[in-house]
């Protein structure tokens, strides 16, 4: 092909299609600035080119705030690539017609021939007409989605269906993706194969190569209904040789110049980078794993003295280590009796009763204070460590011999589950015992919500203070221990609301406008534990004039991450 198609960011970060003639050395514009689109595939019979584009524009409103998202906006398109190629979808008559047999002799001539301005093999000379092209865009008859790895062979186009996820994903429910195939002929839409992860189209058209998370298969274009593992390749004896110190030493020299080329500061920080790559390369002979690698990577890297230069991954080896079931409690040694006691049992977290807490479970009588004296019939005594009895039990029925005493008078078995993080638990009893100390210190008027990061965990939680406190008269936000992330600005914006107006019923509530709004005064509390965009909300908390920071000086990492895979 003599073109080239292509999509790019614009400024106002949308994407837009792009055609460039290889023949004139120029670009040219198929979408413009006020839509997003990408993915560009040119039919392989010369007719369209086919895109993705965000423009099926369908807003979501927000359960608690007046507020919308936008999802499953993506629909798929076509652009005739000369002025006399008719729509793909063109309006299709319902009657029949005989074809002359002179017109067939004809058709048969003209092939033969190769046709005004066809090749001698009766294909049509492949051309692109670029004047009005924008206006020859239509949409297939395909509802919206979340669509990607978009393909075509001549008598489909294949793409992904991916389900919308929220962010930090749905736990242990696993993302997968569908491939459908759009027939132009008939213009049905069908599955191709259902639970994959990703695929390719063949040079022809004619196979599909997918993976799914334990299988990676060919099957025909032309198949529909199947499932991932059908088709599914034999790689049980495919073998790689390698030479791991030559590896080693290869990726070394990547990382150096991923940072030579990469890092924001081309002075690198003042120092001569040539020089620290030499010297970190004197310890190459050295590495015997790839753990040494990482040392070795991460010392280099650290000469740079920036956030983010992190190093992890790779064929690092893992000792196999038994789980350990947790009660959501913490023990406490009675040095009397040599007994263990329930120094506190930690509530449900309400927003996770998924998780919940072992030892609060309706019908379960155990209280702080109990004795733990056995865990499945083994005696519980110091100086054993009350761990060492819950090896293995996570997800599993223990029984435990508790008592109210130590002594056992009134000794009692009860079952439990124990759980292998207790961590939401710990976390939510710390952020509730905050927030009521706030609440008791200021006789309810201030509110409380902490954010842990800048990310999934972080909206949650600021979510969940924000819907329900937006009535108090000021508001304390605690962004102590925020590992970071991206979400500050969403905060912020919420944070920045005015309150400028109200609604006022006869018989019922008063109304903000905005509908939610923190109208007090506010402060932020940081520590040095808040990091990266834990940094930068604090920064702009005070930028915006939305209160004064307190506590201690932050983290001080805002220099960007890029990942490199090597």
């Not at 652009?79 to 002359?100: I, R």
Request: hydrophobic content about 35%; aromatic content about 12%; glycine content about 10%.
């Amino acid at each position: 092909s003599k073109w080239v198609a292509y999509d790019k960011k614009g400024l106002n970060r949308l994407n837009s299609i792009y055609l460039y003639s290889l023949e004139s050395g120029k670009s040219y514009a198929i979408t413009g600035p006020m839509t997003d689109d990408r993915s560009p595939v040119f039919d392989p019979e010369g007719r369209y080119l086919y895109f993705l584009s965000n423009r099926d524009i369908k807003p979501f409103m927000d359960v608690f705030d007046a507020a919308y998202i936008l999802k499953d906006i993506t629909k798929i398109y076509a652009v005739t690539l000369t002025k006399d190629e008719p729509s793909p979808f063109e309006p299709e008559s319902d009657e029949e017609e005989p074809e002359a047999e002179e017109s067939k002799d004809k058709d048969k001539s003209d092939k033969e021939k190769g046709g005004d301005g066809d090749r001698k093999d009766g294909k049509k000379e492949f051309r692109i007409d670029i004047d009005g092209i924008e206006h020859r865009i239509v949409a297939f008859p395909i509802g919206s989605g979340s669509y990607g790895r978009l393909k075509a062979n001549a008598e489909n186009i294949f793409f992904l269906s991916t389900p919308a996820e929220p962010l930090g994903g749905w736990g242990k429910a696993e993302k997968r993706s569908v491939l459908r195939r759009f027939n132009l002929k008939d213009r049905k839409l069908e599955t191709v194969i259902s639970g994959i992860e990703g695929y390719d189209l063949s040079a022809n058209g004619k196979k599909i190569l997918y993976f799914a998370k334990n299988a990676i298969g060919i099957i025909d274009a032309g198949v529909k209904g199947k499932r991932a593992g059908e088709g599914k390749l034999d790689l049980s004896s495919l073998e790689m040789y390698l030479n791991p110190p030559e590896e080693w030493r290869q990726i070394f020299f990547e990382a150096w110049r991923l940072e030579r080329d990469f890092f924001y500061d081309p002075n690198m920080h003042g120092i001569d980078w040539k020089r620290i790559r030499d010297r970190y390369a004197k310890l190459l002979p050295y590495v015997s794993n790839r753990e040494d690698l990482n040392y070795l990577l991460g010392e280099m890297v650290g000469e740079l003295s920036c956030s983010h230069t992190y190093v992890w991954g790779g064929d690092r080896f893992y000792a196999p280590s038994p789980s350990v079931g947790l009660l959501g409690a913490d023990f406490e040694l009675d040095r009397r009796s040599g007994r263990y006691r329930l120094a506190r049992i930690y509530p449900p977290d309400e927003w996770n009763l998924n998780n919940g807490s072992p030892l609060v479970r309706p019908g379960l009588d155990v209280k702080e204070g109990d004795y733990i004296l056995a865990v499945n019939g083994q005696q519980l005594k110091a100086p054993d460590n009350p761990y060492r009895l819950f090896q293995e039990t996570v997800g599993r029925q223990v029984r435990l011999t508790v008592s109210s005493s130590p002594d056992g008078k009134d000794a009692r078995d009860v079952v439990v589950v124990p759980i292998s993080d207790d961590t939401s638990l710990r976390y939510r009893a710390w952020v509730n015992a905050n927030r009521r100390r706030v609440y008791e210190a200021t006789g309810g008027k201030i509110g409380y919500i902490h954010i842990p990061d800048m990310s999934a965990d972080g909206l949650k939680e600021f979510t969940r203070g924000f819907i329900a406190q937006t009535d108090k008269e000021g508001m304390i936000i605690d962004v102590r221990y925020n590992s970071g992330g991206f979400a500050s600005e969403m905060i912020l914006e919420k944070l920045r609301r005015e309150l400028v107006g109200m609604f006022s019923s006869r018989n019922g509530m008063d109304y903000t406008y905005p509908w939610r709004v923190i109208h007090g005064p506010m402060v932020c509390i940081v520590n040095e534990y808040s990091g990266s965009d834990g940094d930068i909300f604090p920064y702009f908390f005070r930028k915006y004039g939305l209160g004064k920071i307190v506590g201690k000086r932050t983290w001080g990492g805002v220099v960007g991450i890029r990942l490199s895979k090597m």
